[in-house]
């Protein structure tokens, strides 16, 4: 069964923190990964991928892989109130004869000021 | 302007009909795909299409139907087979086919279907 698991929040931050969002994924073999973001009734948005172990910052985004423990997260550095939205994790993973994006069910983030 | 373009943005049918959403891209992408978001839960696959001509069964088929004639163009029906069709549908496309390991996908701004 290829999973990918989100907490889905909401997750409560203070204007100005470090938000951190998680992810889990079952298939050992995965080679890339992905961050969306979900405005309430928009469709989703990419802000983050990443394919090597370790980190790769853009902006206020830090995504961090770690392959090993078969984990994802991305950081929101200086959250702001424009940063609510529900984030979805998306991991490509190999099927039969093909590779397919496999959905976390998102984490939902809210930002107080 | 390249984009994904989706229409109608809301749709309102009602039960027994069949319902055609269309989805267009100018980007030139490969592929091309269909998925259904129910409220507070993640995306679900139904078809998808790596080249013209040809496409697959996602997780949840049942009571939908593609076509893939031209490379823009990846129209989605929904039949009155569909039991509870009432979502969020988003039109996605990837610049490569899914026999690669990289694979973004860009999304339309996504059709609601109301079932009345």
């Known amino acids: 069964q290829k999973e990918v698991e989100q907490n889905s929040g909401p997750l409560s931050v203070p204007e100005g923190a470090i938000a951190s969002l998680n992810c889990t994924y079952s298939?050992?073999?995965?080679?890339?990964f992905f961050w969306y973001r979900q405005y309430s009734g928009k469709s989703p948005e990419l802000i983050m991928f990443?394919?090597s172990n370790g980190d790769k910052e853009d902006g206020r985004f830090t995504a961090q892989l770690n392959k090993a423990s078969q984990y994802v997260s991305l950081l929101i550095r200086d959250s702001q109130p424009s940063d609510s939205a529900t984030y979805l994790c998306?991991?490509?993973?190999?099927?039969?004869?093909?590779?397919?994006?496999?959905w976390g069910a998102g984490t939902k983030l809210i930002i107080k000021p | 302007d390249g984009g994904i373009t989706q229409s109608p943005k809301y749709l309102f049918r009602k039960e027994g009909q069949n319902v055609t959403l269309s989805c267009e891209q100018n980007?030139?992408?490969?592929?091309m795909y269909w998925y259904r978001q129910d409220p507070g839960q993640g995306l679900r696959l139904i078809y998808y299409?790596?080249?013209?001509?040809?496409?697959q069964k996602g997780d949840i088929a049942e009571g939908y139907s593609v076509s893939r004639e031209k490379k823009e163009s990846f129209p989605l029906t929904v039949t009155s087979a569909q039991k509870n069709p009432t979502a969020f549908y988003l039109c996605?496309?990837?610049?490569?086919?899914?026999?690669?390991?990289?694979?973004?996908?860009?999304f339309g701004p996504g059709t609601r279907l109301t079932v009345l």
């Open positions: 998306a991991v490509n993973m190999r099927t039969d004869s093909n590779y397919q994006l496999i």
């Open positions: 299409s790596q080249i013209v001509n040809d496409f």
């Open positions: 298939d050992r073999g995965s080679q890339s």
């Open positions: 990443i394919y």
């Open positions: 996605a496309t990837s610049g490569t086919s899914g026999s690669f390991s990289y694979n973004e996908q860009f």
């Open positions: 980007l030139n992408h490969d592929a």
